[in-house]
């Protein structure tokens, strides 16, 4: 498959990605918002490591790093905004049922709406 085909492919699509916070996440994440922003939704899972929301452990562990410099730097003023608009963070654990995410239909209609 082209990497062209491959691209288009993400195109309106939603996305879960198990692993958030390892590299091989991150940059699978910034990538993919990089060269197809027009992705429908990514839903990064994180486990809840400590008292922190979902939401700051996406800055402190994923957007907030280096491997992201490239897209804060193309999107300026608008990268928290395109962030929020295109990534949903959610504590669960790929070990429990339905993820161990508590109000899962929430999420799913989110994705469907």
Known sequence: ???NGM???FENKSILVTGSTGLLSKL???KLLRVQ??????YLLFRPA???SPTQRLHKDVTGKEVF???RKKHGLGFDSFISEKVTPVFGDVTLENLGIEDSEEVGAKNIG
């Not at 922003?37 to 990514?42: E, R, T």
């Open 1 to 3: 498959m082209e990497s």
């Open 7 to 9: 691209i288009q492919s």
């Open 50 to 52: 400590d008292a922190s």
């Open 37 to 42: 922003p027009n992705v429908k939704q990514l």
């Open 69 to 71: 410099r490239v897209l």
């Open 28 to 30: 699978f994440v910034e």
